[in-house]
């Protein structure tokens, strides 16, 4: 408590000293916690946009391999000729998968689902989409339509679908609106009862959500789906899951990292850059605390040789410098996080994305602030701790 | 007839500075300083008079030799033993006050307590102030040190020097920097709680009317005693 009480009142005494280095370290922290709620926001930001209309895992069959077309002596020669819908092998025995996935740690949500091409008519007007068929309850936990439900209502029974806005106005449709949909020789008529708007363009413009059945039907996969979709807790876990779901269900099973590989480098690349901005920033807020309060121990040489003359021991001298940096941390944690949240409010209305200072990030800031000012405060305070109190009470070197 | 322990006891020390070549500063000093002692320490500059004082006061060791205070041997105590040793039963009193400036009058007074006792307490604070008031300072307790002047400043530091009523006291130059009238009202406290409490003093002074006032002197010439003995029978008295 001494080495608390004396480290408060050296504080204090050297006011002005002081000010200037907690200033330091309030900016640093400040521009810690900035850079840090922006680089958030922004991953977080790029991660809803791409994963906010795709599933985090999918499980789907391989494509049936390529039928030899033709044979000549006896060597068979594969050719593949696209067709308009990839033919998928049927899923094998999907509610038994389905359960597996749903029984692997980190999922928290599964969805079974057929899609496939298809075209969709209104009168004169004519759209390629992409029919996405499944339970209405399970797929909202996917793919969060209801959230961005702009017209009509999330609902999928009977001949109920739902589509984005840019379908809808290619289309000249809107809300109880029938339209008809063809794939292959198959052929319904479906009303729309919902225009979402997800974010990305892709899924407004193609998107056609309806039952589970009304897809099978309409895809010719009557009982069958075309792959299990899943949602992860930790998205960044999604890979590991993934294997682990393969091993599972022994169907291929893809993760977002597999499938958004440059997106992946780029946030990695950028948790790097961010990594170096952040350690640069503490080791000058490490070395404005440690220059001053080296100064600080030769200034204060007298009083320290006073201080062990009078029974003070070295480990409380060593406390009273140690705290003195844990106090440079708190106080500059504190006011640093302050302003770098109001720094990120402040720009947060031009900003196309959320800046949100979370509670665990101004924890980081604390723990790494106080880190920082101990480690720094070290130094100086072991040669205060070391000092000749005879030597420094004459006022030698 | 009870033989009571001296306070301080130094036999042969010696003690010497430098790496390659060494120099000697005391060659083989004895010395026995009873309760209730007064005594003057004196010597040209450069004698070895501070030098001694800071291994009587623990804050160096010797090169040779033996110091015991109090009964204990001092020679294989570690830093933090020599520390609390010399929280428990020393105080130091120094030519230029040494008061920290950070702290109040009350507060640079209550540091050896405080020293010993883990932090300041308000328990403290009474004995502190009592102490001041003895030292005619009671009206300055919550002052800083730079509002006191030079005598005041050092009475504080005798106030501090007593606070954990210490069997002795050593004094380095205590009226060095002071006025012939505030030397000796500063002296006149340390006479007095001479008289009091028989704490012993040692005190270094270059003043020989201040030395003349104790019972005893001790004059180190060259690292070596070359009196010790009565003031009243000091030859080189001029």
């Known amino acids: ?397 | 007839m009870t033989i009571t322990p001296a306070l301080l006891e130094i036999e042969g020390v010696r003690k010497s500075y430098g790496g390659g070549v060494t120099t000697e500063v005391l060659h083989g000093i004895d010395l026995s300083i009873q309760q209730g002692d007064l005594v003057a320490l004196i010597g040209p500059s450069g004698s070895g008079k501070s030098t001694l004082l800071n291994l009587i006061g623990l804050l160096d060791r010797p090169t040779e030799g033996r110091v015991v205070i109090d009964g204990q041997a001092v020679d294989h105590l570690d830093d933090r033993a020599l520390t609390a040793l010399r929280g428990k039963k020393l105080g130091f009193i120094f030519q230029s006050h040494h008061l920290l400036p950070g702290l109040s009058v009350l507060e640079n007074v209550m540091l050896p307590s405080a020293a010993s006792r883990g932090g300041f307490q308000a328990s403290m604070r009474a004995p502190a102030k009592e102490l001041l008031s003895a030292m005619g300072l009671g009206d300055w307790v919550d002052a800083w040190p730079r509002q006191l002047s030079g005598g005041m400043q050092q009475r504080v530091a005798v106030a501090r020097a007593l606070m954990n009523d210490p069997p002795l006291v050593l004094a380095d130059e205590p009226t060095g920097n002071l006025d012939t009238e505030t030397s000796n009202q500063v002296f006149d406290l340390l006479r007095q709680r001479n008289a009091e409490r028989a704490t012993a003093f040692l005190i270094v002074t270059h003043d020989p009317a201040i030395a003349r006032r104790c019972d005893r002197v001790v004059e180190l010439v060259d690292g070596a005693v070359v009196y010790e003995g009565a003031p009243s029978t000091m030859k080189s008295w001029a």
């Open chain 1, 1 to 397: 408590m001494l080495a608390l009480q004396l480290a408060w009142r050296f504080l204090r005494e050297g006011r002005t000293q002081s000010l200037l280095i907690l200033a330091g370290v309030t900016i640093g922290i400040a521009a810690f916690v900035f850079v840090s709620a922006i680089i958030e926001g922004l991953q977080v930001n790029l991660l809803e946009q791409t994963l906010g209309s795709q599933a985090h895992i999918s499980v789907s069959p391989e494509e049936a391999p390529p039928r030899p077309l033709m044979r000549d002596r006896g060597v068979a020669f594969a050719r593949r000729i696209e067709p308009s819908e990839p033919r998928r092998r049927p899923f094998d025995q999907w509610q038994r998968a389905v359960r597996r996935v749903e029984a692997t740690d980190g999922v928290v949500a599964v969805c079974p689902k057929v899609s496939g091409s298809a075209l969709a008519y209104r009168g004169a007007a004519e759209e390629a989409v992409e029919v996405v068929g499944a339970d209405a309850a399970r797929l909202r936990r996917i793919v969060d339509i209801p959230t961005n439900l702009i017209d009509g209502q999330y609902r999928l029974g009977g001949d109920d679908a739902i589509v984005g806005t840019s379908l809808a106005e290619t289309l000249g449709a809107g809300v109880g609106d029938p339209i008809r949909v063809r794939s292959g020789d198959r052929e319904s008529v479906l009303r729309i009862v919902g225009i979402f708007d997800i974010g990305n363009e892709t899924v407004n413009g193609r998107w056609l959500v309806t039952s589970l059945r009304n897809a099978q039907t309409l895809l010719g996969r009557v009982g069958d789906i075309t792959e299990i979709d899943a949602r992860v807790a930790d998205v960044y876990e999604a890979e590991r899951i993934a294997r682990e779901v393969q091993a599972r269900t022994g169907v291929p099973t893809e993760s977002w990292m597999e499938r958004n590989r440059d997106l992946l480098t780029g946030l990695r690349s950028q948790d790097a850059s961010t990594t170096m901005i952040r350690v640069f920033v503490l080791l000058a807020v490490a070395m404005g605390i440690a220059s001053v309060l080296s100064v600080s121990v030769v200034q204060r040489r007298g009083q320290i040789g006073i201080l062990r003359a009078v029974g003070t021991s070295r480990a409380v001298v060593l406390g009273v410098f140690l705290w003195q940096g844990v106090l440079f941390g708190l106080v500059g944690a504190f006011l640093g996080s302050l302003v770098g949240a109001l720094a990120g409010e402040l720009i947060e209305s031009s900003a196309l994305f959320d800046i949100t200072v979370t509670p665990r990030l101004l924890l980081t800031a604390l723990g790494v602030s106080v880190a920082t000012g101990v480690l720094a405060a070290y130094l100086p305070a072991r040669r205060a701790a070391r000092l000749d109190p005879a030597a420094a009470i004459r006022g030698d070197e």
